[in-house]
């Protein structure tokens, strides 16, 4: 089994920044690649974006492109998410996930294809 725990949500104004911590433990050798996803009220869990433990490959969502950046410490087993010139609509409760598949998988971007889950992290931006 693997553990993640979210860390670094709360109330910014629109134009600012958070940083989002993932810090995994169990059996964190089982994981290929990390990912962020997004819920807010009523609607999907969103993809944000996603990187391998390798840290040679990262992919967004496009509504995030450009404005978050997502990386990885290995000897900490934690990811971050850099979210830079926020805007209220991302205002969302924050899920970091791990998966087991190896190698490059186009469904990357659906929730279900995560095999662990974060309690999540709420992130709120105001205008």
């Known amino acids: 089994q693997v553990q993640l725990v979210e860390s670094g949500g709360g109330l910014v104004q629109a134009g600012g920044s958070l940083r989002l911590s993932c810090a995994a433990s169990?059996?964190?050798?089982?994981?290929?690649?990390m990912g962020w996803f997004r819920q807010a009220p009523g609607k999907e869990r969103d993809f944000v974006a996603r990187?391998?433990?390798?840290?040679?490959?990262?992919y967004y969502g496009d509504s995030v492109k450009g404005r978050f950046t997502i990386s990885r410490d290995n000897a900490k087993n934690t990811v971050y998410l850099q979210m830079n010139t926020l805007k209220p609509e991302d205002t969302a409760v924050y899920y970091c996930?791990?998966?087991?598949?190896?190698?490059?998988?186009?469904?990357?971007?659906?929730?279900?294809?995560?095999?662990?889950w974060g309690q999540g992290t709420q992130v709120t931006v105001s205008s």
């Open positions: 169990g059996r964190t050798y089982t994981i290929y690649a």
């Open positions: 990187i391998s433990m390798s840290g040679v490959s990262t």
């Open positions: 996930a791990a998966d087991r598949r190896r190698g490059y998988n186009p469904d990357y971007v659906l929730s279900d294809k995560y095999d662990y």
